[in-house]
Structure formats: structure tokens, C-alpha cells
């Protein structure tokens, strides 16, 4: 396949794949089922190695940053959004701070994810999860996790959104200890370079 045929079959596989995500959460509303039936499909679109090639798609450079996001498609009222991360291995994200999302998160690569329940006077672990080629992670808008890529190569994970990232000026970040909740800015959303153990 040329160059052009794979932005094409990519650009028509996104489509086909929000489309189908849309009319889930049209009939079923957002709920833990409906979410892992958005999985289901984000896990079907992520077979498609192919369509996501790293010469199109590279990991950020080794010590420069951890992390590097590609927007595949937003929906015009930024109602949905499709992102590509690649990210560094052996990196403890800014992420890796407790959050929660306005959105589900999903995944493809390996990828580290602790998913917290709230107790008072803090967080407890819920579940742990290991996103990578054939698993993923679905989020309902509280749920809270942190993430890490614990791996020995770049990750590379689709992420779709409920909500366009740019636009959610609602996050939260969470202190394991106590459990206060801080505003998740920009800034915070950057990566950081300490390395996981």
C-alpha cells in the first residue's frame, strides 16, 4: 500500500470505527456495559497495525519527553475525540498522579493502569490493569487511575475520548494519601522523566 492508500483505508476505518462507538452510546448511554462494547471496538480498529505506521506516526525522541499524542479525529462539537500516544518505556507519567477523566479512556500497547475507588481519608486500589496488543481499559468519567509504561520499547495505545482533551477544563487530580482533589491543568498533563523502579 502507498502512502496515500494508507491514510485512506485509516481515515475510512476511524470513521466507520466513531460511527459505530456513537451509536453505542445512543442506545445505551453511557454505563459500564456500553463502555466495554466501545472497547470491544477500539480493539477491533487496534488490529490495524498497519494503518498506524511508525514512520507516519513516530515515538517522541528518547530523554527529550515521555510522551508524544496525535489527534486521528474530533467530532465538530469536540463531542468525540481519537487519539494515537505513543510513549517512552520505563516512564512515570505525569498521569501517573491519581485522575480521573470527563471521558473513557482506551488503550493499545502496554501501558500500566491502577484504577482507585475512593475510601475516606483517601485512595484504595481497585484493579489493576496491563493494557497491551489484545487488552485494553474502559473508564466511566469518575473513575480514577494512574498510569506507567513499564515496557522495554515505545507503547503505542488509541485513546478515544467522550470529549476532545483540549477541551476538558473539568479534570481532577488526586492525592493517594488523602484523597483532595486538584485541578488537573495543562501543565500538569505533561509527562515527567522519572523512571518507573
Given amino acids: 500500500m502507498t502512502a496515500t492508500d494508507i491514510r485512506s483505508a485509516r481515515a ?8 459505530r462507538i ?28 498497519q494503518l498506524f505506521p511508525a514512520a ?23 463531542r468525540f475525540a481519537l487519539y494515537l500516544e505513543l510513549a517512552q ?28 475507588q475512593r475510601v475516606p481519608g483517601g485512595l ?3 484493579r489493576e490493569v496491563m493494557v497491551e496488543p489484545g487488552t485494553g481499559i474502559a473508564l466511566m468519567p469518575d473513575d480514577i487511575h494512574a498510569i506507567a509504561t ?6 503505542r495505545h488509541l485513546h478515544m475520548y467522550g470529549l476532545a482533551l483540549e477541551v476538558l477544563d473539568n479534570r481532577q487530580g488526586y492525592d493517594p494519601d488523602t484523597g483532595e482533589a486538584v485541578p488537573y491543568n495543562r501543565t500538569f498533563m ?8
Fill in 56 to 78: 507516519e506516526f513516530p515515538p517522541p525522541p528518547a530523554g527529550e519527553k515521555s510522551s508524544q499524542r496525535y489527534l486521528l479525529q474530533e467530532d465538530s462539537d469536540r
Fill in 89 to 116: 518505556p520505563r516512564q512515570r507519567h505525569a498521569a501517573a498522579r491519581p485522575h480521573h477523566l470527563g471521558g473513557g479512556g482506551l488503550g493499545r500497547g502496554q501501558e500500566h493502569n491502577t484504577v482507585y
Fill in 22 to 49: 456513537r451509536a453505542i452510546e445512543r442506545s445505551q448511554g453511557v454505563t459500564r456495559e456500553s463502555l466495554d462494547a466501545i472497547k470491544d471496538e477500539m480493539l477491533a480498529l487496534a488490529r490495524h497495525e
Fill in 124 to 126: 484504595t486500589v481497585a
Fill in 190 to 197: 505533561r509527562p515527567t522523566a522519572a523512571p518507573v523502579g
Fill in 12 to 19: 475510512a476505518e476511524v470513521a466507520a470505527t466513531i460511527a
Fill in 150 to 155: 513499564p515496557g522495554s520499547v515505545p507503547t
